[in-house]
């Protein structure tokens, strides 16, 4: 399941009305960390079926990240009934990433 693209036009219905829960990854193109965290949520989103894997790319859409005060990127955020539960911020080790997220 590939990790797909979530715009402010669709963050309400795409993330917070989700009935399982959602890992948002703001993210940007010129974002190095960002790059290197890609990958590894990509894999995660193969081996996670319970779980749904988006992006944002805060450049194009803004609002979803000023919503919640995204001041660094890559930011991966969990979201479970419309509300941020978890988060992890910089470009981290998969093994991180999972304890931080609660996966």
Same mark, same amino acid.
Request: charged content about 20%; some cysteine.
């Given at each position: 399941?590939? +990790? ?7 963050? %309400? =219905?795409?993330v ?5 829960? @959602?890992?948002v !990854?703001?993210?940007a ?7 290197? +965290? ?7 989103? %193969? =081996? ?7 992006? @944002?790319?805060v !450049?194009?859409?803004?609002q979803a ?12 955020a969990?979201? %479970? ?12 080790p998969k093994?991180?990433?999972s ?5």
């Amino acid at each position: 399941m590939a +990790v797909a693209e979530v715009t402010d036009a669709t963050f %309400e =219905s795409d993330v917070l009305r989700s009935e399982r829960p @959602v890992i948002v !990854d703001f993210w940007a193109p010129w974002c190095v960390p960002c790059r290197r +965290v890609s990958p590894i949520l990509e894999e995660m989103s %193969e =081996s996670r079926q319970d779980v749904t894997f988006v992006k @944002v790319n805060v !450049d194009d859409n803004p609002q979803a990240a000023m919503n919640y005060s995204i001041s660094s990127i890559p930011t991966i955020a969990r979201f %479970e009934e419309g509300q941020v539960t978890q988060q992890a911020i910089g470009a981290l080790p998969k093994n991180q990433l999972s304890a931080q997220l609660g996966l």
